[in-house]
């Protein structure tokens, strides 16, 4: 009987392939069709279903724009983005604490994304295991509210790496709540030295010209 | 947590590559993990047993490797280690780093088999 040679063999092999393989091959459709997929991530209630809502009501104006929206339970999101008069699809992960890019390409499942300028994905409310994920998005940008705290960056620094622009969220509440902007800018520049750093305020509109800058730029 | 879904993936991606290279059993899995992954190495270790439950990796190994962050320091001119996750600058001149070389790895770089 032959016995058994146990042996070492390299090997290099992406643990994430399957789900890079998918992110590239979606990347490669949003660009031949010529949109703009741009993903949300944050902690559960730092603002991103409001700055989304906001959003897609400016940019439906003059825009053809689409969402797909993350979250564990409830088509609820999905609800309130409707209002906007834009396609909304929610994506319903159970316990998953992510999305993935196959969950973003089932989703897109009978949309003509050549029909589209913008889509949204707003990732479910987390800060630590979306950074692991790409989605396929030309920016990702990581909201941080005014009422959270200025060292989140600190606590969270692989979501802010993972990243391309952060958005301070809920700015009218700034002065009720003694945020110090100078820490924000240095704690995030600490984590991610370049980043770019904007404030906005779904509820009153302020910051938004910077928001809307940032989306056509990139 | 996402370490079981990391942990799933994992399995996934050692299985194919224990195939290709005709392994009968397999007795560990080496893995380079870097901060920057996003994934946590102690939660990944507690969620490997599980998820090798009924597969051909079951009752091997995970053994990782860390893959400390590492920057091009454009002062310096060299690859250079960053002083941490929260002051992402060269450990050497203090230059602030935005050119990661190392430290976003999740992968499998070897794998013990019997063939």
Redesign the interface.
Same mark, same amino acid.
């Given at each position: 009987m032959k016995t058994?040679?146990?042996?070492?063999?390299?090997?290099?092999?992406?643990?994430?392939?399957?789900?890079d393989l998918i992110a590239a091959m979606l990347r490669e459709r949003f660009h031949g069709a010529g949109v703009r997929a741009v993903s949300l991530v944050s902690s559960p209630g730092s603002g991103k279903t409001a700055l989304l809502e906001k959003t897609l009501t400016v940019l439906t104006k003059n825009h053809r724009v689409a969402a797909l929206v993350g979250d564990l339970a409830t088509e609820n999101d999905a609800t309130r983005l409707r209002r906007s008069q834009a396609p909304v699809r929610q994506i319903v992960t159970g316990t998953? +604490?992510?999305l993935?890019a196959g969950m973003v390409r089932d989703a897109l499942e009978g949309w003509k994304l050549e029909e589209l300028d913008y889509l949204f994905i707003e990732n479910v409310g987390n800060l630590? +295991?979306p950074?692991?994920y790409d989605l396929g998005e030309e920016l990702r940008a990581v909201l941080l509210s005014v009422t959270e705290g200025e060292d989140k960056p600190?606590k969270y620094?692989?979501?802010f790496?993972?990243a391309d622009v952060a958005v301070v969220t809920k700015v009218d509440l700034a002065p009720a709540v003694e945020f110090d902007w100078d820490a924000v800018r240095r704690n995030i520049?600490?984590?991610?030295?370049?980043m770019e750093v904007l404030g906005v305020s779904a509820k009153t509109g302020e910051g938004f010209d910077d928001w809307m800058g940032c989306l056509t730029r990139f | 947590m996402h370490e079981l879904s990391i942990a799933i993936s994992l399995v996934e991606a050692a299985e194919e590559e224990a195939a290709k290279h005709g392994a009968a059993s397999v007795s560990a899995v080496h893995l380079r993990l870097g901060p920057l992954s996003g994934v946590a190495k102690e939660a990944l270790l507690f969620s490997y047993d599980l998820a090798t439950e009924g597969t051909a990796l079951a009752g091997s190994r995970l053994l990782i490797e860390d893959a400390p962050v590492e920057v091009f320091c454009t002062s310096c001119g060299e690859r250079r280690p960053i002083r941490s996750l929260q002051a992402f600058s060269c450990a050497a001149c203090g230059t602030p780093a935005t050119e990661i070389v190392q430290g976003r790895e999740l992968e499998v770089v070897g794998l013990e088999i019997d063939s």
């Open positions: 058994a040679v146990p042996r070492l063999v390299e090997v290099r092999r992406s643990v994430l392939k399957q789900n998953v +604490c992510h993935d630590v +295991c950074s692991s600190l620094p692989t979501i790496d993972s520049a600490a984590v991610r030295p370049g | -």
